[in-house]
């Protein structure tokens, strides 16, 4: 929802000489093989794969799950995952498009 509301606005807004690049996507997963960039929550996980690992290694014992009434075969909720290397490559080749050409790309 928000992201079909901002992009109607960069449109609007949108000068010639500007740059600018919306990014969207959901739910990145894992971490990068250094360890440098993911996510080891302390705590109780607020997304999902954290708290997979969790349970796995057993810090909690079991993953809710919430829905029923979706429109899938077992009525629970279906998501895309996006692994968090994919996600820092997508940053780098949008800042690549900034000096190759101005203007809006969605």
């Known amino acids: 929802v928000a992201f079909k509301t901002f992009q109607p606005t960069c ?6 000489e500007w740059n600018i690049i ?12 250094t ?14 794969m954290p708290y997979i690992a969790q349970v796995a290694v057993g810090r909690l014992p079991y ?3 919430f829905g029923t009434d979706y429109d899938t075969p077992d009525g629970t909720g ?21 000096e190759m050409n101005c203007g809006l790309k969605v």
Do not use: W
Not at 11 to 16: C, G
Not at 35 to 48: A, Q, R, S
Not at 78 to 98: C, E, P, S
């Open 11 to 16: 449109t609007i807004v949108a000068h010639p």
């Open 22 to 33: 919306l990014l969207r996507y959901f739910n990145p997963v894992s971490a990068h093989k």
């Open 35 to 48: 360890g440098l960039i993911g996510e080891d929550p302390i705590g109780k996980p607020n997304n999902l």
């Open 63 to 65: 993953v809710n799950i």
């Open 78 to 98: 279906v998501r895309d995952y996006i692994h968090v290397v994919d996600v820092a490559i997508g940053h780098i080749a949008a800042m690549k498009q900034f």
